[in-house]
T-cell receptor, first 112, second 114 residues
Framework: NAGVTQTPKFQVLKTGQSMTLQCAQDMNHNSMYWYRQDPGMGLRLIYYSASEGTTDKGEVPNGYNVSRLNKREFSLRLESAAPSQTSVYFC???????????FGPGTRLTVL | GNSVTQMEGPVTLSEEAFLTINCTYTATGYPSLFWYVQYPGEGLQLLLKATKADDKGSNKGFEATYRKETTSFHLEKGSVQVSDSAVYFCALSVTQGGSEKLVFGKGTKLTVNP
């Protein structure tokens, strides 16, 4: 039981490049989330998916897109990376309607 | 709106010292309250939670009591260890769009020296 896994662990991009961050959970959770963590800012919600087939914007969605591929997987895409997107990205999951979230180990992204 | 304010860090203590990290919140309704911990290089882990007023959450020697009258959820531990060095996040839950979303404070970095 791996919990929530994220790939890659580290990534360096040049401005304007695109990439997709992958997240998968094996806990049969309905809801999944993407956060970014910046120094002195805590965690801010980018997008979430309450259940398979639905996605909604969070607090800071600009510059990102998401895909809920199936119940297990929730990906985050940067179409044209900007230096302001340098951050640590965390994926999380929870039971539908439950308030406890389980986090992955994070992806550290640097955009030059 | 919904927000969480926690004490600025960093906090540096000696082993066996008493720890308090203050957390206050603003919320509509009656949210659940959480403390999450992030050890170096890792994701966040739930440390403890409380779901209603006067509830006390506890885990690994840490405690926090949900105080509705002061809108607070302060984290305490009587005797910290070097292994408690981490970043601690206070959070509240908000129901929106069928999901329970978390609103986090900015985090407090704790360093415990031997």
């Amino acid at each position: 039981n791996a919990g929530v896994t994220q790939t890659p662990k580290f990534q360096v991009l040049k401005t304007g490049q695109s990439m997709t961050l992958q997240c998968a959970q094996d806990m049969n959770h309905n809801s999944m989330y993407w956060y970014r963590q910046d120094p002195g800012m805590g965690l801010r919600l980018i997008y979430y998916s309450a259940s398979e087939g639905t996605t909604d914007k969070g607090e800071v969605p600009n510059g990102y897109n998401v895909s809920r591929l199936n119940k297990r997987e929730f990906s985050l895409r940067l179409e044209s990376a900007a230096p302001s997107q340098t951050s640590v990205y965390f994926c999380a999951s929870s039971e539908w309607g439950a308030d406890t979230q389980y986090f992955g180990p994070g992806t550290r992204l640097t955009v030059l | 709106g919904n927000s969480v304010t926690q004490m600025e860090g960093p906090v540096t203590l000696s082993e066996e010292a008493f720890l308090t990290i203050n957390c206050t919140y603003t919320a509509t309704g009656y949210p659940s309250l959480f403390w999450y911990v992030q050890y170096p290089g890792e994701g966040l882990q739930l440390l403890l939670k409380a779901t209603k007023a006067d509830d006390k959450g506890s885990n690994k020697g840490f405690e926090a009591t949900y105080r509705k009258e002061t809108t607070s959820f302060h984290l305490e531990k009587g005797s910290v260890q070097v292994s408690d060095s981490a970043v601690y996040f206070c959070a509240l839950s908000v129901t929106q769009g069928g999901s329970e979303k978390l609103v986090f404070g900015k985090g407090t970095k704790l360093t415990v020296n031997p």
